[in-house]
């Protein structure tokens, strides 16, 4: 994997993980993407790693393709880009490709033991 010029050179990074079943009673609707910029921002971080799809193959986005986590009544990754940028912080999007919980249980015929 090739890490882009951006990300090596940030000083301050975070990562956000949201690796969550459906059925965890994560709280979403607590969860503020301007609230946790803002703490980034006088934390002086300048890149934000963001889960987009997490472990168990739930997107943090609207997709055609993909199973996004019912639990969302907004696009998480949207406000995360807008808020970001709004205060000069990059984001990069992670999205999990060694590990899909969910897309196994629908084909389970994809996994392997």
Request: proline share 4%; charged share 25%.
């Amino acid at each position: 994997m090739q890490l882009s010029d951006n990300y090596l050179k940030s000083s301050r990074r975070i990562v956000i993980d949201f690796n969550l079943l459906q059925m965890h009673a994560m709280p979403f609707d607590k969860f503020d993407p301007q609230e946790l910029v803002e703490t980034a921002a006088s934390a002086h971080v300048d890149c934000i790693w963001h889960f987009a799809k997490d472990h168990n193959g739930y997107a943090l986005y609207p997709t055609k393709v993909g199973i996004r986590n019912t639990r969302l009544d907004y696009d998480v990754m949207e406000e995360m880009v807008r808020c970001a940028h709004a205060r000069g912080i990059k984001l990069f999007a992670y999205s999990s490709l060694g590990f899909d919980t969910a897309v196994v249980c629908k084909h389970p015929d994809w996994g392997i033991v």
